[in-house]
């Protein structure tokens, strides 16, 4: 069906949201206050999906997308609305997902909004046709490469970067074949991570390295890697320079694609609201570690365990690490969760899990009698869970910082103090 559909709300992805007696109608590119024409079917899963034709009365929070690609780019949500809107949105959504699992901390902080074009991590998607590679981003809801020339969240270094490494990549790439080609700046150096088959057999072959190293001289880069499949180990196949990153007293060499906060304002955010919820000096563990983001300035308050699920990780601590006072293991902490008797040794605990969350390792946190916990969190509907759980044991959640380090698409990241 089509016709002039009033928009109610905007869902936490960032869709348009009308609600009609058959239930809500989701509209992408659709504000609330707009009165929007749409072709309206029923989606995967019954859920009705309309395409916005046309905007009948533009939302008093409409304003014009800063980026050219807002249209075809499926890499922004929301560049169409007034910061005013679009920072209640993202607040909003973290209140919503926190009511829903009947959690209210006792204090919000006031939130962070970290500026636009500094995003250090971008991964483009590479689509070889003839001699001519498009390098950019999926259109929005395809799996369709459209060539991207600006994007305004990444650092300008990156999109230089991007611009000149089209026609670099050609001669790796397999053609009618899509990989990713992942950037990465750390201080003044990039690396690039390739993912996806490359060279004529699908692997590394001599043309490879010799386009790798060409690349990596014409470019100027630190360092180029490959892996075949996501869940890969990346392979290097040319280091000029180790890529150090430094985490209060520690360098870290890192491994190719290693884990970084998106933006260095972003983790300078979380690290100073971490710090500032913990004790001045004690013993402390680091859970979801990565390379240390949090571990290296804990290190300046007291001795600090690290435990994390990527080997790669590990060992670049173990390296970086001052042995007297950083310990740093390898271990599943969803399999294998620290238990109450081993946590009850530290005076405080950061957690900074993945996505999923920390569902296993929240439990046991629920059972400790250590008297600060940190939690930093990329997903408000997990960390609503872990926190339920976490209050169910016994902890007060004293606090919550929402971070926006990801502008304009509906991730958002927080740090709250939990106490007993
Ligand atoms: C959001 S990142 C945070 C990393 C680090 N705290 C930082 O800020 O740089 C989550 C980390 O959890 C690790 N991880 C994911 N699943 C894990 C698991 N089951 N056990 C232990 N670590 C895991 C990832 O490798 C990643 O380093």
């Known amino acids: 069906m089509s016709g002039n559909f009033l928009i109610h709300d905007l869902g936490p992805k960032g869709d348009g949201i009308h609600r009609s007696d058959q239930g809500p109608i989701y509209i992408d590119r659709a504000l609330p206050g707009d009165t929007v024409k749409a072709q309206v079917q029923r989606g995967s899963g019954g859920v009705l999906r309309g395409e916005l034709l046309e905007i009948v009365a533009p939302s008093p929070h409409r304003v014009p997308a800063p980026c050219p690609h807002f249209e075809t780019c499926g890499g922004c949500t929301l560049q169409h609305a007034d910061v005013a809107f679009y920072r209640e949105w993202k607040t909003g959504w973290v209140r919503a997902a926190l009511r829903k699992a009947n959690v209210e ?96 057999k699908g692997t590394p072959d001599l043309r490879v390295f010799e386009a790798a190293a060409h690349m990596a001289h014409t470019l100027k880069l630190a360092r180029v890697s490959w892996r075949g499949r996501e869940r890969d180990e990346p392979e290097v196949l040319l280091e000029v320079a180790p890529l150090y990153a430094a985490f209060g007293p520690l360098n870290v060499a890192l491994p190719p694609l290693a884990f970084l906060q998106p933006t260095a304002l972003g983790e300078q955010a979380l690290v100073s609201a971490v710090m500032d919820a913990l004790p001045k000096q004690g013993k402390f563990t680091d859970l979801f570690s990565g390379c240390g983001t949090f571990s290296g300035p804990m290190l300046r308050r007291g001795a600090v365990d690290a435990f994390e699920g990527e080997v790669s990780a590990v060992g670049a601590l173990d390296k970086a690490k001052d042995p007297q006072k950083l310990k740093a293991q390898q271990r599943d902490l969803f399999r294998k969760p620290l238990q109450p008797d081993e946590l009850n040794r530290y005076d405080a605990i950061v957690f900074d899990p993945p996505r999923a ?35 169910d044991g016994g902890y007060r959640l004293e606090s919550v910082k929402v971070i926006d380090q990801f502008t304009w698409s509906h991730h958002v990241e927080l740090v709250a103090a939990f106490g007993r």
């Not at 060539?147 to 000149?164: D, K």
């Not at 201080?187 to 390739?194: A, F, M, N």
């Not at 600060?372 to 209050?391: E, W």
Request: proline letters at 8%; hydrophobic letters at 40%; a positive charge.
């Open 105 to 200: 901390p006792e204090r919000w902080e006031a939130p962070a909004f970290l500026p636009e074009g500094t995003r250090r991590r971008v991964t483009f998607a590479a689509y070889q046709n003839g001699k001519t590679v498009t390098l950019g981003y999926f259109r929005r809801r395809t799996h369709q490469v459209t060539e991207i020339t600006t994007c305004l969240v990444a650092e300008p270094m990156i999109m230089e970067l991007r611009n000149r490494l089209g026609p670099l990549l050609a001669p790796l790439l397999q053609p009618g074949k899509t990989t990713d080609a992942f950037i990465q700046s750390v201080g003044s150096l990039c690396e690039v991570v390739i993912t996806g088959p490359i060279g004529e």
């Open 357 to 391: 969350g920390a569902e296993e390792q929240a439990k046991a946190l629920a059972a400790c009698k250590v008297p600060r916990l940190v939690a930093v969190s990329c997903n408000p509907t997990t960390f609503a869970r872990d926190a339920r759980l976490l209050m």
